[in-house]
């Protein structure tokens, strides 16, 4: 009861800050409601027992992630976006469109499928998430997936190096 | 527990070894800025990586409890792969040198690019295919926007990046719904997985976004919209290398999830309908629209989203020899389209990547370079697929295989559209054969020497071609063994 309870809140406020997101006009405005999303997902998280991934995703996310967005708008010295003109007839039907999508998507989650998957049991989720599993894991079943995200890294640091970097040579 | 490391290590070695060059070429830059010996260090690598694969040609396995797939159809599909990357490493020399990009950072990422093709190519799970996914299409944003003086380079990265990103949302919504419907990650347990669960909704959910994704990357219609603007604003050997490559690793990986990952029932079903009808979409538009370019690179961009649709006539059949018939389709375009663009690059004059070059430029270019005018013509020969070209097998191969899988319409949509890709690809050669030079304007007539290593390069892939479509027999049979309904069962 209380985890559904918890849920509802969570979602709402994860939902609410998306929403906050999208129609605030200044930039810094919606970097800060991107927090709040990030936040209400790690409690999410949370409430699955998922302590770890929660933690992490506070951590990385909200913390060192958002930060740096942070910083980049106040260093590009953004004015607020644009005021709203007329109302254009593309946008309208690509929202329309977008919505009709997730409606399937979420028809058939529920109507076709009957019910929301049941969550694992505690013991089973706390043992999925545990730190030894996911670190035995990561060096055994996706240890050549861990090389290769190494060298996705190397090569988006080199990139933005060669895009980025003044007068390259 | 760690016992298994080094010999699965073994089996993923090839991709390790142009990993590991990538980072090698990263340090001598850095040491000996711009080195003249860093693409002879990167064609070795690659080199190495393809005679390392070919070993394993009959010898499929699997790697890291399933995650990966080691030889066999991977490493056909790598070493097509690899075929693409080296060719292009060697054309972008001369051809970066004159735009004055030549930096050693480019070799780098198009051997990063090509970890991640190869990754793609051998996935055996969502996560890996994800990941080989995203290491190829970082780099591939990077090289596209290479030449960041221009607008038209920036705006095709640009665009490149924001729709490639917004694909990836699909394809990984696609990943979330087939890990809730099945319980697994792994290609060989999905089908269990999804017997055990019985979530089809969710699962052909997943399927669907997946497929999207896919589809994306290998450029279909109607998820093709970005393709010539990038393709247009990219430095031209590697818009031949992302247009081959990439495309060939995606669709290897896309033939893998269809054949290990998904229900029979589901392939000849549901799927076979999406695919056959997007291959015929595909093959139409990208052939009519073909038609009423001026610009020749604008041009060969939605020749290639006609081929995918060749392709996909391939996948939509289900069948092994419609996989293996992909497959041997994937190796003639890579070195017929790596060619094209190879010629093309020589050919440039504008100083933007060929962006407003239009086709009259080439005027009477094949008598002043004969070996562009011959070479060029066996290329668009075998995009037309005129036998005895690779390009006529592999045409004949899919639409076989759709012909047997009861899909007779569609080979016949894609018969007529190959009539009609006649036109556009013999214009070309009518252009630069047939006009007088005084057609061209005075900047496209500047003489200039060709480079020994794109003479033998061209020579080569004209070559090949014509190797495979006289004496095709070997390659198809190994390309239609990886996937015939034993194979597919001992693969796992």
């Known amino acids: ?169 | 527990m760690y016992d298994f490391l080094l010999a699965d290590t073994a089996r993923v070695l090839p991709i390790l070894v142009v990993a590991a060059v990538g980072i090698a070429v990263i340090l001598l830059d850095a040491f000996r800025n711009d080195s003249p010996s860093i693409p002879w260090l990167a064609g070795a690598g690659l080199v190495a990586a393809f005679v390392l694969e070919g070993f394993k040609l009959y010898d499929p396995q699997v790697a890291f409890f399933g995650q990966v797939y080691s030889g066999g159809a991977a490493a056909f599909a790598n070493m097509v792969v690899l075929l693409g990357a080296l060719g292009s490493v060697v054309l972008s020399v001369p051809y970066l040198k004159r735009i004055g990009h030549n930096y050693g950072e480019v070799h780098a990422l198009i051997l990063f690019a090509t970890v991640g093709m190869m990754t793609l190519a051998s996935a055996g799970s969502l996560i890996t295919l994800f990941v080989g996914l995203e290491t190829m299409s970082v780099c591939l944003y990077v090289l596209t926007g290479l030449v960041r003086e221009e607008k038209g380079a920036n705006e095709s990265a640009l665009k490149y990046f924001l729709l490639g990103a917004f694909s990836t949302g699909f394809f990984l919504y696609g990943i979330a719904l087939l890990y809730g419907a099945t319980g697994t990650m792994l290609f060989s347990e999905m089908v269990e997985g999804l017997a055990v669960t019985e979530r089809t909704g969710i699962f052909v959910g997943g399927v669907a976004l997946l497929l999207i994704g896919f589809l994306f990357k290998v450029s279909a219609v109607p998820f093709h919209m970005w393709t010539p603007d990038v393709y247009q604003g990219a430095p031209t050997t590697l818009t031949g290398f992302m247009s081959t490559a990439s495309k060939a690793a995606a669709f290897a990986a896309l033939v893998v999830v269809l054949a290990r990952a998904l229900p029979v029932d589901l392939v000849a079903g549901e799927v076979q309908i999406t695919l056959s009808v997007v291959a015929a979409v595909t093959m139409v538009v990208g052939n009519v629209i073909a038609l009423a370019q001026t610009n020749v690179k604008r041009m060969l961009a939605y020749s290639s989203i006609a081929h995918a649709g060749y392709i996909l006539a391939g996948l939509a059949a289900g069948t092994g020899e419609g996989y293996g018939g992909a497959l041997f389709y994937l190796l003639a375009y890579t070195v017929m389209n790596v060619g094209a663009f190879g010629v093309l690059a020589a050919l440039e004059w504008d100083k933007e990547q060929g962006a407003i070059q239009d086709i009259e430029s080439l005027a009477g270019s094949g008598y002043r370079q004969p070996i562009l005018g011959v070479t060029m013509g066996v290329f668009l020969f075998a995009l037309t697929g005129f036998p005895p070209l690779a390009g006529f097998i592999g045409k004949y191969l899919v639409f076989a295989a759709a012909v047997d899988a009861g899909l007779t319409w569609l080979a016949v949509v894609g018969v007529l559209a190959s009539v009609v890709s006649a036109y556009y690809y013999l214009r070309i050669l009518v252009v630069m054969w047939m006009k007088p030079e005084t057609d061209a304007p005075e900047a496209a007539r500047q003489p200039f020497a060709l480079a020994t290593s794109t003479t033998v390069v061209l020579s080569l892939c004209a070559l090949l071609l014509l190797i495979l479509g006289v004496m095709p027999g070997g390659v198809i049979e190994a390309a239609q063994s990886y996937f015939d309904a034993g194979a597919i069962v001992a693969g796992r």
């Not at chain 1, 946008?91 to 019910?115: E, S, T």
Request: some cysteine; overall charge negative.
């Open chain 1, 1 to 169: 009861m209380l985890e559904t309870f918890l849920f509802f809140v969570f979602a709402v406020l994860s939902v609410v800050g998306a929403l906050g997101m999208l129609i605030s006009r200044s930039p810094v405005a919606a970097a800060l409601w991107m927090v709040q999303v990030m936040l209400a997902i790690a409690c999410l998280y949370l409430t699955l027992n998922a302590a770890f991934i929660g933690v992490v995703q506070v951590l990385v996310y909200a913390g060192a992630i958002m930060v740096l967005f942070l910083f980049v708008i106040m260093l590009l010295n953004l004015e607020d976006m644009p005021s709203v003109g007329g109302i254009d007839w593309r946008k309208v039907v690509a929202g329309v469109l977008g919505v009709a999508v997730l409606a399937q998507l979420l028809a058939l989650v529920v109507v076709r499928f009957g019910a929301i998957p049941d969550a694992p049991s505690a013991e089973e989720a706390v043992a999925a998430t545990d730190v030894p599993y996911l670190g035995v894991a990561l060096l055994t079943e996706h240890a050549f997936t861990l090389q290769i995200v190494g060298v996705l890294l190397l090569a988006a640091t080199i990139g933005a190096v060669v895009l980025a970097k003044k007068r390259f040579v």
